[in-house]
């Protein structure tokens, strides 16, 4: 069974930087590409970065671009996020691909952690 | 970036009944189109992948439909446990964009 567990959430003030952490298990981790999707609450869903199954390819929304970097190692998935803004609040999902790829061969959020909530606030 | 537009936002309906819900794409996407199921308090579930073909486990009263830019999520004769939110998802272009959603609740 995938299991996706995502910790490192917390409230942090403004300009703050946080660091998210998911492990992966029941799965080839390094066979799959990974994501973080966000939903602040009462919100839809927002895609906020993944990485290919090798690391190859990284993608970013417009919104995180320069202050996000998602990375990777034999298990685990991680999204270092700086200079934090209230916008930035909402739960964050690790989510498992069903491809290898970020897009066309992939692109597909078939198993999804329970979310970790951030809370970026004075 | 492509935006997903979903239609309706909400929609009334009981059991048995046939639900489509349409997602709209600002250019064209071929099937690269995508559709989740996410209930109050729960992280989402995937349902179709490339416009139609069907996840595991999905019951087969879920179906998917379209190309281009306009697709359709059918949900056959509805179930007590598929009322929930749906979102389409393009998996085209990053940045990967999701529809704002569709509500389906009981009449």
């Known amino acids: 069974e995938v299991q996706l567990v995502e910790s490192g959430g917390n409230w942090v003030q403004p300009g703050r930087s946080l660091r998210l952490s998911c492990a992966g298990s029941g799965f080839t981790f390094g066979d799959k590409a990974m994501h973080w999707v966000r939903q602040a609450p009462g919100e839809g869903l927002e895609w906020v970065s993944g990485?290919?199954?090798?690391?190859?390819r990284i993608g970013y929304a417009d919104s995180v671009k320069g202050r996000f970097t998602i990375s990777r190692d034999r298990n685990s998935l991680y999204l270092q996020m700086n200079s934090l803004t209230p916008e930035d609040t909402a739960f964050y999902f690790c989510?498992?691909?069903?491809?290898?790829?970020?897009?066309?061969?992939?692109?597909?959020?078939?198993?999804w952690g329970q979310g970790t909530l951030v809370t970026v606030s004075s | 970036d492509i935006q997903m537009t979903q239609s309706p936002s909400s929609l009334f309906a009981s059991v048995g009944d046939r639900v489509t819900i349409t997602c709209r794409a600002s250019?064209?996407?071929?099937?690269?189109l995508n559709w989740y199921q996410q209930k109050p308090g729960r992280a989402p579930k995937f349902l179709i992948y490339?416009?139609?073909s069907l996840h595991s486990g999905v019951p087969s009263r879920f179906s998917g439909s379209g190309s281009g830019t306009d697709f359709i999520l059918t949900i056959s004769s509805l179930q007590p446990e598929d009322f929930a939110t749906y979102f389409c998802q393009q998996s085209y272009n990053t940045p990967l964009t999701f529809g704002q959603g569709t509500k389906l609740e009981i009449k």
């Open positions: 990485i290919s199954w090798n690391a190859g």
């Open positions: 989510v498992k691909d069903k491809g290898y790829n970020i897009l066309l061969d992939g692109g597909w959020f078939d198993s």
């Open positions: 490339a416009a139609s």
């Open positions: 250019q064209s996407i071929a099937t690269y």
